[in-house]
Nanobody, 124 residues
Framework: QVQLVESGGGLVQTGGSLRLSCAAS????????MGWFRQAPGKEREFVAV????????DYADSVKGRFTISRDNTKNTVYLQMNRLKPEDTAVYYC?????????????????WGQGTQVTVSS
């Protein structure tokens, strides 16, 4: 099993920045990729970004490309999501997820482990 714990959410004004962290523990050797998803009230959980545990391959949703950056620190088993130029539509609960597989990583069903989520609220 893998445990994921997110931190770093909060309230920020439009145009501001936040950095989310996700620390993984347990059988982390089984992880191939880690991603971020978000879920706004009344909406489905959507893909935000993903990074592979080895190498530097990343992928982003079009809605965050150029504003968000995903990165990792393998020594700390931690993945980060740097969010800049935040907009009110970025308001959501952000979830960290870990996948053992290596394809279809934009889809929730490809992820095996999930964190509890952290709230991000962007005020206008």
């Amino acid at each position: 099993q893998v445990q994921l714990v997110e931190s770093g959410g909060g309230l920020v004004q439009t145009g501001g920045s936040l950095r989310l962290s996700c620390a993984a523990s347990g059988r982390t050797f089984s992880i191939n990729a880690m991603g971020w998803f978000r879920q706004a009230p009344g909406k489905e959980r959507e893909f935000v970004a993903v990074i592979r545990w080895s190498g530097s391959s990343t992928d982003y949703a079009d809605s965050v490309k150029g504003r968000f950056t995903i990165s990792r620190d393998n020594t700390k088993n931690t993945v980060y999501l740097q969010m800049n130029r935040l907009k009110p539509e970025d308001t959501a609960v952000y979830y960290c997820a870990a996948a053992r597989g290596d394809y279809g990583l934009r889809y929730r069903s490809r992820y095996d482990y999930w964190g509890q989520g952290t709230q991000v609220t962007v005020s206008s």
